[in-house]
């Protein structure tokens, strides 16, 4: 292989390679350690190691993918089609061969590990008053004396029994009122949604008799890595299921920007983003219907929270605009519309409503979270931070409130890192290193015993220790900070400056060792620490802007909300310097306070009013073009930061006084990456 050889770039784990034309694409993924699976052993009889190829400019990965970059479609493709059908659009992995720079998406179905998506619902008390109600009425009988429609005298019924407004129903309603009410001898029960700025009340769904069932809505987290749902019983509120995928637009590009770009430079490319993540939508409502063991047409409500890249590209708006100054929205007021209008399989009068985007690229799901956490109502100064690959930053109290989102990247995801993997059985999600030993001791997902604990290995047996994901390359960083093997401005020592072989030659810089068990070896190298670097400085540089705005160095209270709120240690955040010195029984997690947002708007439509109004009163900083943030980031690049000094920290923990640039140690005498043969 090198590098004249085309090159091959698999996501969501972003690892790359070149290899040979004709390599067949499961060979690349099991040699680059992709988690692609397959049974057959390449002979396209199991259909597991399905791949979704990508075509057109990547400016992101730097390629260009053209339409003759894999082999072509072959019989044992063909075969396999005409016997189960496959997919429009994938591959067989191990028949199509790489004959030129690709991009290849490995669907979560393909993948042996699938993730964990870790958007959980919280425990929350929530004021019930759902968008659809359940009425019981009885009808009177057509009378050829009183001539009128049995659509009009179910109306009537329903305004006299219930006192309800004049309402309406779609031809589909229609289609079906007379053999129900003749079935329920004139009595049924009614789903009615109550009506919004933009429908009028109307009859959903009827059934005859005494209805005994429910009626559900989903609150939905469309993220730009991972796509969460909550299911809920719109009678009682209570959550029946909970379930995600990754968002399928990850082959377009990990980070909002690449997917922008991926617009502006493929023809059709937004249509083709909306496609794929309307299909993604599709695919988690029949999981999470499955899981719940429902009906996907008792399903009449939804509420999605997302950021203004991918709310675009969900509408089916070119976001081409939010990939320029001044980053002008289609619309930032709230959306209320139809299923269909989404291509979305729900009922087939349900309804959809987006909440609103605060301005520029602060979108719904800051409002969301603005409406779960609520710091306009706070006496205390409050920095809300949503973690994720583009973080929402809210800093507030009574007096005022303002919000910005700093683009941190897919690195906290466990994307770009060396050994990184997305949240799933078998990886590194603890970590703690012995500051005198260097040694580490880390647990796996899946697993509670730490690794130097007895019975670690036959736990992990059948998952085995995969990578590391989020939370863990996070602790792992930071411990290797407090342990004296990175210094401030992250760079890995010798193995004589921090005393250990597990340090090790790499190039021209040094990595670090936590695992090898003859076949794979899991490390932090030097590029690691820097993708991580990056992530946390534009993360504290957001935070540190807004502070700057509110003319204050400290805050009251930090909560960290997101995938990672219930996992982040907040001892480790502050040791890399992800958010702003505080102490630590200040620093709080939220879990998913985007989707609780979701869930607050969609049991209790008042909320809906309350959140539109707040968003106006929320001022948004737009980082781009704010000249102190350039200023920020390059000081909070350190770990944890070159200026501010950190002295709530100071008394926790003390951090090596250590810089290893300076030309010491022997770099032949490092222990070496091993090579697999």
């Not at 919280?122 to 009378?143: C, G, H």
Request: charged letters at 25%.
């Amino acid at each position: 292989m090198s590098d004249k050889d085309p090159l091959v770039i698999f996501t969501p784990s972003g690892k790359r390679g070149h290899f040979p034309a004709g390599t067949p694409v499961l060979t690349a993924a099991r040699q680059l350690g992709v988690d692609l699976d397959s049974v057959c052993g390449g002979r396209g009889i199991c259909s597991k190691c399905q791949i979704t190829p990508s075509f057109g400019e990547f400016p992101k990965h730097g390629v260009t993918v053209k339409d003759d970059a894999l082999s072509e479609w072959n019989s044992v493709e063909q075969r396999y089609d005409d016997k189960r059908g496959l997919t429009k659009g994938r591959r067989l992995g191990c028949q199509a061969q790489v004959q030129g720079d690709i991009v290849i998406d490995v669907p979560e179905s393909s993948q042996v590990h699938r993730q964990v998506v870790r958007k959980r619902a919280e425990a929350r008390d929530i004021t019930l008053n759902p968008s659809t109600k359940l009425y019981y009425v009885e009808v009177e009988q057509p009378d050829m004396h009183e001539p009128s429609g049995d659509l009009e005298r179910l109306i009537k019924a329903l305004r006299k029994e219930w006192d309800l407004p004049a309402l309406e129903a779609d031809l589909g309603l229609l289609k079906t009122l007379q053999p129900i009410l003749r079935k329920g001898e004139w009595k049924v029960t009614c789903a009615v949604h109550m009506g919004d700025e933009m429908f009028g009340p109307r009859i959903m769904h009827i059934w005859p008799g005494f209805y005994e069932g429910t009626v559900y809505g989903l609150a939905v987290d469309l993220g730009s890595t991972t796509i969460a749902g909550h299911l809920c019983d719109l009678t009682t509120g209570e959550v029946v299921a909970s379930s995600g995928i990754m968002n399928p637009q990850i082959r377009f590009g990990e980070d909002l920007m690449s997917r922008v770009s991926y617009s502006m430079m493929n023809t059709g490319g937004a249509d083709e983003m909306t496609q794929a993540v309307r299909e993604g939508m599709n695919a988690l409502f029949v999981q999470i219907a499955s899981e719940a063991e429902i009906d996907r047409n008792l399903i009449v409500d939804a509420v999605f929270v997302c950021n203004p890249v991918m709310h675009h590209l969900f509408l089916g708006i070119d976001p081409f605009e939010l990939g320029q100054a001044p980053f002008a929205l289609a619309t930032s007021e709230a959306l209320s519309l139809r299923a269909i209008e989404l291509d979305l399989n729900l009922h087939p009068a349900a309804r959809v409503y987006l909440l609103p985007c605060i301005a520029g690229h602060v979108g719904a799901d800051a409002a969301a979270v603005a409406l779960s956490e609520a710091p306009d109502k706070s006496d205390d100064l409050v920095l809300v931070v949503d973690v994720g690959t583009n973080a929402e930053i809210l800093l507030g109290n009574k007096d005022k409130v303002l919000a910005c989102s700093s683009p941190t990247g897919p690195a906290f995801e466990g994307a770009q890192i060396s050994s990184g993997q997305r949240a799933a059985p078998g990886a590194i999600e603890r970590v703690e290193i012995d500051p005198v030993t260097k040694e580490p001791r880390f647990r796996v997902i899946g697993s509670d015993v730490w690794s130097d604990e007895e019975g670690f290995d036959a736990v992990i047996a059948s998952t085995g220790i995969t990578g590391i994901c989020g939370s863990g390359i996070i602790e792992m960083v930071a411990e290797m900070r407090m342990a004296g093997i990175v210094d401030g401005p992250g760079l890995i020592g010798s193995p004589e400056q921090t005393g250990t072989s597990r340090c090790f030659i790499d190039g021209r810089t040094y990595s670090y060792l936590i695992y090898e068990d003859g076949e794979r070896q899991i490390t932090v190298t030097n590029r690691d620490i820097r993708e991580i670097q990056m992530a946390k400085a534009a993360l504290y540089s957001g935070a540190r802007l807004l502070m700057d705005k509110f003319e204050v160095d400290n805050v009251d209270h930090v909560v960290l909300a997101g995938a990672f709120g219930a996992h982040i240690s907040p001892k480790h955040a502050m040791v890399l310097g992800m958010i702003p010195d505080a102490p630590l029984d200040k620093v709080t997690s939220a879990g998913n306070a985007a989707g609780t947002g979701a869930r607050i708007a969609l049991l209790n439509t008042k909320a809906r009013r309350e959140i539109e109004q707040t968003v106006h009163n929320i001022l948004k900083i737009e980082t781009a073009i704010e000249p102190r943030f350039q200023e920020h980031f390059v000081n909070a690049s350190n770990i944890p930061n070159a200026v501010e000094p950190f002295p709530i920290l100071s008394t926790i923990v003390t951090l090596p006084d250590v810089n290893f640039n300076t030309g010491g140690g022997d770099k032949e005498g490092g222990r070496r990456r091993r090579r697999r043969s």
